[in-house]
């Protein structure tokens, strides 16, 4: 920080900053000048900022601003603060570190028309930590379509007028201006320790003397020509001898300038320009420059962009991200001409509405299709239906389909489970029909597959009370939406106990506050991960679908989706925003929502098994059938709230599914089964979120069966 113990004003073109054992007496008294304290506004502002500041930083001590254009004295907080709380919301945008490294920048910009919306914009965003001006022109009422200034800046050097404004945004930020311009004589004074040079003047024989000087001390020269939003970029920093303007007029040298008139210099800045690319307005004014016009044209809000181009370019400096050499162009016109309807684009993409297929009649259909179709409406992870159904004259085959899985799906343990409900089903149809034999379990590992032998000659004979487990079974349906909180009654949780009680499962009731919310924390942060990890990423979205003709995944609609979180779907299914926040250590909020769900359940029924065989999960999918049919007969909604790391049987498994996050679902893992005092022998089957729930039923879709053998 500087300090100013010398009679008041020292400067016209920047602050004057004092601490406040060194105002001076004179400065403080005089009642001509205008005081200003920002201090207690920013004092309040800065107790709100996330994550919240040191006290440290809160203690640091203020600092006073003279403005002597203004005849006006500001008390601010002190520079550290000071710049933490007005570049605040450059977040996430900016880094801190990124912020770090641009307050070390030293940018010099030559020609303050254009070149004063870049020093702003660079300002604004914090891209600098010292700013040189150079500019030997004074501000006319013409540059006023352009030049962000004010009739009081009229007759002052551009420059000085530049460096005012940047003074009054952040009078920490050291500015330096050229009133001369540049000059062969200041040149090397003007570039000396100069990170990036921006140069936007108007003398063809000084855009090539900064560019030769530039490229001789390896200096990058960014330029925004206003037509077309034309950016122009040389890294000389990294292509020490790389022709000036990519050699569009030749290696010139500006010796190479001397003795030339207007005329001959002319051509040679016409051809840096590409007079077929420039935009037809600025080619035709060319033609009329000293006839109808007396300059080139410009427009502020071209200026503006450029600001904003060349800002930009400087933020990928900043970040370390790639920036060749070259041009581009951002031409506004051309954009406006591609405009998109989005009303239009959503109606065009808008899937044709599901033609309704009525429910076949079952006291239609064979013994065989009864029994397959009822396995078929059995649940199952991302409802992906992980199952092959073989019907022949005499029994039911469900064969788990190992094509039909996903990372989190480890060795094939959900399609397991999910094996497990459909066996369940095709029992409860063959028991309906009264014509079952047997039920079998056959094969390992992804081989696993449940049969339901059935003679179909048998006397039917239908119970009514199977009969009404059969119609439940068909009728079960996945509820997603939040709950209202209903505690579970003792004699529901008898109820679930009594039907998950066997000799290879037991249940664990989650029904007390505080296990709510502890198991709302461990899906929150299970969640998060999921979303930052890319592939379980993709494989999310991939299960999702809007197509109400798509016989398998999870319809979007069902997903009950709070109105913030269902507009921000098309932002949460983009990897590069996942990228981002996991970069940040962000991205909290994305469990937020099943944490809520949770928070709102009346209770979570946790399965747990003994053995870990694929037939283990395939009898505890079995069970888990018949605890879902019984919640949903006692009026819950139920809804599979299972954590990313479920089927992972030991840490080094948990920690594969995730290279970026690995320890932490280890630690998840450790969390849960220590919560609820899993034995070393049990794993988890599945966790089922109950809720009272005024959510419609809606059947999921489901592939068609195959006919009979």
């Not at 004699?491 to 998950?500: E, G, K, M, Q």
């Amino acid at each position: 920080m500087r300090h100013y113990t010398t009679v008041y004003p020292t400067s016209e073109s920047s602050a004057t900053l004092f601490s406040e054992s060194s105002l001076p007496v004179e400065l403080s008294r005089d009642d001509t000048v205008r005081v200003t304290d920002t201090t207690a506004q920013a004092a309040i502002a800065m107790g709100s900022l996330l994550p919240p500041v040191t006290a440290e930083l809160m203690a640091e001590k203020p600092t006073f601003a003279y403005f002597p254009w203004r005849k006006a004295l500001v008390k601010i907080p002190g520079p550290v603060s000071y710049r933490r709380l007005r570049l605040d919301r450059n977040r996430h945008k900016l880094t801190a570190a990124d912020l770090q490294r641009a307050g070390e920048l030293r940018i010099g910009v030559v020609g303050l028309s254009v070149g004063h919306a870049i020093a702003l914009t660079l300002t604004l965003e914090g891209l600098a930590g010292e700013l040189r001006l150079a500019d030997f022109d004074s501000l006319e009422l013409t540059n006023m379509n352009r030049v962000p200034a004010t009739l009081f800046d009229l007759d002052d050097n551009k420059a000085i007028v530049a460096s005012r404004r940047i003074a009054e945004i952040d009078p920490y930020l050291s500015t330096e201006v050229y009133t001369e311009g540049i000059v062969p004589e200041n040149i090397d004074r003007f570039l000396d320790g100069l990170d990036i040079v921006i140069e936007e003047c108007d003398s063809f024989d000084v855009k090539v003397l900064v560019r030769q000087k530039c490229r001789q001390r390896g200096i990058p020269v960014l330029m925004e020509t206003s037509d077309g939003g034309t950016l122009d970029v040389e890294r000389f920093d990294l292509e020490p001898d790389r022709p000036l303007f990519h050699g569009l007029a030749g290696d010139l040298r500006v010796e190479d300038l001397v003795g030339l008139d207007r005329a001959a210099i002319t051509p040679l800045a016409v051809k840096v320009l590409e007079p077929a690319k420039v935009t037809a307005s600025m080619a035709a004014s060319a033609i009329e420059l000293g006839h109808s016009v007396t300059a080139w044209p410009q427009l502020g809000g071209d200026v503006l962009l450029g600001g904003a181009t060349v800002a930009a370019a400087v933020r990928r400096l900043v970040q370390g991200k790639p920036l060749r050499s070259g041009r581009v162009r951002f031409d506004r016109d051309t954009w406006l001409d591609d405009i998109v309807d989005p009303l239009a684009t959503t109606n065009a993409d808008t899937p044709a509405p599901a033609i309704a297929i009525s429910e076949p009649r079952l006291d239609e259909m064979s013994d065989g299709e009864l029994i397959a179709h009822a396995a078929a409406r059995a649940p199952s992870a991302g409802n992906q239906q992980p199952w092959q159904i073989v019907v022949d004259d005499s029994s039911v085959t469900i064969a788990l389909d190992p094509d039909r899985t996903s990372t989190l799906d480890v060795e094939h343990r959900a399609s397991a489970v999910a094996v497990g409900a459909a066996l369940y089903n095709a029992e409860l149809a063959a028991t309906t029909r009264g014509v079952l034999v047997s039920t079998e379990i056959t094969g390992a590992g992804d081989r696993v597959a449940g049969r339901v032998v059935f003679d179909p000659t048998r006397q039917a004979s239908e119970s009514p009370e199977v009969g009404g487990q059969l119609a439940a079974a068909l009728a079960r349906s996945t509820r997603r939406g939040p709950g209202d909180g209903t505690p579970l009654s003792s004699d529901d949780l008898a109820r679930f106990v009594d039907v998950s009680t066997t000799d290879r499962t037991r249940l664990v009731a989650i029904a007390d506050r505080a296990g709510l919310d502890r198991y709302a924390s461990i899906v929150s942060r299970s969640d998060r991960l999921r979303f930052l990890t890319p592939a379980l990423h993709r494989e999310m979205f991939l299960e999702l679908t809007a197509d109400p003709s798509d016989p398998v995944g999870i319809d979007i609609a069902s997903l009950a989706l709070p109105p913030a979180m269902a507009g921000m779907l098309d932002v949460l299914r983009r990897p590069d925003v996942m990228a981002l926040l996991d970069e940040w250590d962000g991205g909290e909020a994305l469990g937020r929502d099943a944490a809520a769900r949770v928070e709102s359940a009346s209770g979570v029924l946790l399965l747990v098994q003994q053995g870990t065989r694929a037939a283990d999960y395939l009898r505890a999918g079995r069970t888990m059938q018949q605890l879902w049919i019984a919640a949903e007969q006692l009026g819950y909604a139920v809804h599979p709230m299972t954590p990313t790391f479920l089927y992972a049987l030991d840490d080094d498994t948990a920690r594969s599914l995730s290279d970026e996050h690995g320890d932490e679902l280890v630690g998840l893992r450790r969390e849960m089964r220590d919560a609820w005092s899993l034995a070393d022998d049990e794993a988890p089957t599945v966790a089922l979120r109950l809720s009272r729930s005024g959510m419609p039923v809606e059947v999921s879709r489901r592939l068609s069966q195959p006919p009979v053998e």
